[in-house]
């Protein structure tokens, strides 16, 4: 059997580029394999340390390789990116992958079970149908504009809307026509949207982590149930700053010759929990000076020198910190720390 130290490899959608290492100093053995060459080639050798971009597919191959006994390491393609030479080419990505592997220093993303991959994608079928019902709403209200027709913004007066469209000789029959096609649609996307918040409510509740997270302040079953998905294993994050980071919810920095210059957020890593996190942070803002404690000494005190939204965000900051905290320790959130009034 062949004994490689180490092996990159470039995944794709039919062929996949690879690039192993025998022993420090070697001349690499590099392999462009077909789907079926590719299970075939890990088969035939021991067991050994593999390396994959963090990309389309890369946690369900991690699976099928583990399977065989080999110990698989996900990387994010940026962490990559600065140690291909030159060009950009299969051959030259795997290679890439095979030496940031190697870097003491490098950072990993757990491999997720497909349970938790499941759960991931009821969010993200959920989000895209959220987005779907939105852009049939924004077209139904360009419509009926046209007609003189217009309602208060929010979805919830979409009802009243529709019954003054349509009322008697308020529409053309062709017009009328396509508001039913658009007003079906958009109840078919909420029934399904329905649906999807239960199956995801029904998976949180299983887990006991998620149930921990849901002590926190802005935190439901949606951002609960991401979170937990999304991070099977927190204890890759040093600190709850790290975990923050990820999800782009930390100032960039900027510093130099000892000084520091912080900027924006960053607006790196995960997009649906960010936005969901502010969107709840937002939230708790409204009912804030109902509650005491030192977390809501600290938004009030916040309130007094930043806008709002900076605020919703700075928020989002902290309370991904505590979460971070909450999955790492097992603890449950200190509910003196925002008791009601």
């Known amino acids: 059997?062949?004994?490689?130290?180490?092996?990159?490899?470039?995944?794709?959608?039919?062929?996949?580029?690879?690039?192993?290492?025998?022993?420090?100093?070697?001349?690499?053995?590099?392999?462009?394999?077909?789907?079926t060459k590719f299970r075939d080639f890990f088969r035939g050798m021991t067991a050994c340390r593999v390396g994959m971009e963090a990309c389309g597919s890369a946690h369900y191959w991690a699976r099928e390789l583990k399977a065989m006994g080999h110990d698989v390491v996900l990387m994010p393609p940026a962490y990559t990116k600065p140690y291909v030479k030159r060009g950009k080419n299969d051959a030259a990505d795997a290679a890439a992958?095979?030496?940031?592997?190697?870097?003491?220093?490098?950072?990993?993303?757990?491999?997720?079970?497909?349970?938790?991959?499941?759960?991931?994608?009821?969010?993200?079928?959920?989000?895209?149908?959220?987005?779907?019902?939105?852009?049939?709403?924004?077209a139904l209200r360009g419509h009926l504009a046209e007609f003189g027709l217009i309602a208060a913004k929010g979805i919830h007066r979409l009802e009243e809307l529709l019954a003054l469209a349509r009322a008697q000789g308020a529409l053309p029959s062709e017009a009328r026509e396509a508001l039913e096609m658009l007003a079906?649609?958009?109840?078919q996307l909420d029934a399904s949207i329905d649906g999807l918040a239960k199956s995801i409510g029904k998976t949180n509740a299983k887990n006991p982590t998620s149930r921990l997270l849901m002590e926190v302040p802005s935190i439901g079953p949606l951002i609960a149930s991401a979170m937990t998905a999304s991070y099977p294993d927190s204890s890759v994050f040093k600190s709850g700053r790290d975990f923050s980071a990820s999800l782009g919810i930390t100032p960039s920095q900027h510093s130099s010759g000892g000084k520091e210059k912080l900027g924006a957020i960053t607006k790196k890593g995960n997009r649906y929990l960010?936005?969901?996190?502010?969107v709840g942070c937002t939230s708790v803002l409204r009912v804030a000076a109902k509650h005491k404690g030192g977390l809501a000494d600290w938004i009030a005190a916040m309130r007094k020198t930043k806008p709002e939204r900076v605020v919703a965000v700075a928020l989002a900051n902290k309370i991904a910190r505590i979460c971070w905290a909450i999955m790492t320790t097992g603890e449950g959130f200190r509910e003196e720390l925002f008791a009601k009034a």
């Open 184 to 187: 079906l649609q958009i109840e």
């Open 1 to 35: 059997m062949k004994t490689f130290i180490r092996i990159g490899v470039d995944l794709a959608k039919n062929f996949f580029q690879v690039h192993a290492i025998e022993r420090e100093g070697a001349v690499a053995v590099t392999r462009k394999l077909t789907r």
């Open 97 to 138: 992958i095979c030496e940031a592997m190697s870097r003491p220093e490098m950072r990993f993303v757990p491999v997720k079970s497909a349970a938790q991959q499941s759960v991931l994608m009821l969010h993200k079928t959920r989000d895209l149908l959220v987005k779907q019902r939105t852009m049939n709403v924004n």
């Open 274 to 278: 960010r936005k969901m996190l502010v």
